[in-house]
């Protein structure tokens, strides 16, 4: 278990654009989706699927058919519902679950004010969406509640990780593997990482 950085061209191009203070929140939204629905590809590498028997019109075929309803994705409110669009374009039929986490501008410490899952969490794949790993308390605290409520198999998709939260998360949730689009620099004294894309929530909803 480790962490999976995507290392690619189109994502540094991305990265680049979501990164510019000057990108406006309609492009910011765009890219939030497409960085997701490539972390999800990466994220299901290693995904189940059941042989079944097509006709195509040239003739029969064993081909994979993927469950998605073994899926469950959850992103930690708000900013992780701006990944989520990018998660179900590609796996429409995944259950959805909410996690409602803020993060104290003064302690840093999240702060939990909603909890909304699908039921069986012990029998799906749990996805959990954040688009910013700071200090990993939110991570943590999300991953902890799942596995509380029964999920096993879990993974962590964000698009930016800072080193000290993929660190603290690896300490308390080693089995969760963690999926990113970029490891940045360090956090800074406000806990912001750094270089960052500044507050995900704010620029994914226009709020500041
Ligand atoms: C942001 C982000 C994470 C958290 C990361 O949420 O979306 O949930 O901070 O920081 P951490 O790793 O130090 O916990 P925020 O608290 O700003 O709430 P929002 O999504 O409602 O904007
Ligand atoms: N949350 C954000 O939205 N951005 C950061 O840099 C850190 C936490």
Redesign the pocket.
């Known amino acids: 278990m480790g962490v999976i950085e995507l290392n690619h061209p189109l994502v540094s191009h991305k990265l680049t654009i979501l990164r510019d203070k000057n990108t406006g929140t309609k492009e910011f939204r765009e890219i939030i989706g497409e960085l997701s629905t490539l972390l999800c590809y990466e994220a299901l590498k290693d995904a189940k699927t059941d042989e079944i028997q097509i006709e195509t019109p040239i003739c029969t075929m064993k081909a994979h058919k993927l469950n998605e309803d073994n899926y469950a994705f959850v992103p930690?409110?708000?900013?992780?519902t701006g990944m989520l669009d990018g998660l179900i374009r590609i796996m429409p039929n995944a259950k959805i679950g909410h996690i409602g986490?803020?993060?104290n501008e003064e302690t840093?410490k999240?702060v939990k004010y909603y909890y909304k899952t699908p039921k069986d969490l012990a029998n799906r794949e749990v996805i959990v969406l954040?688009?910013?790993?700071?200090?990993?308390?939110?991570?943590i605290d999300a991953l902890t509640m799942l596995k509380e409520d029964g999920a096993t198999k879990l993974k962590f998709l964000c698009i930016i990780a800072a080193p000290e939260?993929i660190k603290k998360m690896q300490e308390i949730h080693p089995d969760v593997p963690i999926y990113c689009a970029a490891i940045d620099e360090h956090l800074n004294e406000n806990?912001y990482i750094v270089p960052g894309l500044g507050?995900?929530?704010?620029r994914i909803f226009g709020t500041k």
Do not use: E, K, N, V
């Not at 930690?76 to 992780?80: D, E, F, P, T, W």
């Not at 954040?130 to 991570?139: E, H, I, Q, R, V």
């Open positions: 930690i409110l708000r900013a992780g986490m803020y993060r840093l999240p954040d688009p910013m790993l700071a200090t990993g308390g939110s991570g939260g806990g507050d995900a929530g704010d």
